[in-house]
């Protein structure tokens, strides 16, 4: 089969799949399967991406897929294909079915010296189902994460262009954190009795929450949770958890991936709490789980003054800790985030980078009324700040037009992706505001071990990592707007204008004092 029928046979078997946008980084090897993009494209089949680096494609695919659309990203042979590896590694912990089709020399050139050959099949681990394909057979593209690996020999242009006619696949569902609906597992009935609170983690869902309220139990909920709303949700709880309330808790039930707090991680991992485990399957939790569940439900709630307790100690700290942000002599990242929060409308979407601000946003989500749903997602698969700005444009372009589309990352975060800020002119650009604190380094360090005193001879060379870097001199390279802002009402300003576009907002913070005033705050009681 000749390489321009083998692409137009993974295209269509793409489109049938569900895949809806496809993301190509340019190559040579790859260049069928450009062609067969384009030509789908064309017809209206797909949405066609095109990045320059294959880090930022990927992570472009994971957003995409996050929000709604589902996404294969295409790259060439070599070095190509291992870039594509951190995406794959996100995909593949948070649930999130992207495609990575890899364009390959033919099997008699492996294990040779030909130029940009090496052993791809099998290259992103026993964790990502590979299929290696040199002849045009259908392929089923399942609900999760795929590596599609095609040999290609010569010619490698087309001689005609294509019409495809292809029947398109209904969506497939953007998580794999829920059961498919043919499932439909009964909900297995929890007594009242224990002490109990409810931990959403990174993507839990509205079930986590629904829980909570039913049962009249304290949710303690992650901001990417997706059940971070009503009453029952409460803002301090992991500084609520190193006390008296903390020490009383007697059973946890835990939905999602929790990742952002040791005081959480703890919790978790106490012998004398009860966990019950409502994760839908996936990787072995790491704390003893006693009950593993794939539904829960209650008969009736529990003693209203547990949640009570729990609602008046949140309220006293909360009160304590913007008393304590307003004292301060600067703006702080806990403000920013709290601002960023404030402005999201319902129905908007946060992309928030990992390291400090996902924690800040933590103690400062607005109250949002349940009904009133805003979207927050974090690469909180692996929690590493790779493709923080191609995933934040990925996740506003999978969405409807005319939602508004927000950011949060830190200077280093927005440094390691700034190529994803590289669209030619041609490419999909979504409305989206970007909020960089800008504290001039790893400010996240220096509230861990490694920023004790004792440490401080090394503290900057090693982790603080200063980098000096003009910010706004870089957003100007590719052509994208940026404000600076100094003060929190500049950055409301900013936040209540936004241009259009892609945009950056870019808050300058001090980290001199990070530490002593994380200590201030986790010192906080009611």
Known sequence: MSATDLARSILTSLVQGGVTDIVVAPGSRNAPLGFAAFDAAEAGLVRLHTRIDERSAGFLAVGLTRTGARAAVVCTSGTAVANLHPAMLEAVHAGVPIVAVTADRPERLRGTSANQTTEQVGVFGWLVPVVDAAEGDQISIGPGPLHLNVQFDEPLVPEDRWSPQISVAPPVAPSLAQ???????EPELLELGPRTVVVAGDDAGPPARMLAEAAGWPLLAEPSSGSRTGTHALRCYRLLLAGDLGARIERVVVAGHPTLSRPVSRLLGRQDVEVIDLSAGGFTRPFTVDRALVAARVAGAADPAWLAEWQAADASVGRL????LAAEPGLTPYEVAGAVSRALPAGGLLTVGASSP????????ARYEVGARRKVIANRGLSGIDGTISTAIGAALGRPGGSRNLALMGDVTFLHDSNGLILGPDEPRPDLMIVVVNDDGGSIFSMLEQGAPEYAHAFERLFGTPHRVDLASLCAATRTPHWRVDSLAELEHALANP?????VVEVAVGREDR??????????RP
Do not use: F, K, T, Y
């Open 179 to 185: 059961p498919p609906a043919h499932q439909s597992p």
């Open 321 to 324: 800790l913007d008393a304590l």
């Open 358 to 365: 996902i924690r800040d946003l933590d103690l400062m989500v």
């Open 499 to 503: 241009n259009g576009g892609i945009e």
């Open 515 to 524: 530490r002593a005033l994380d200590e201030r705050i986790r010192a906080l």
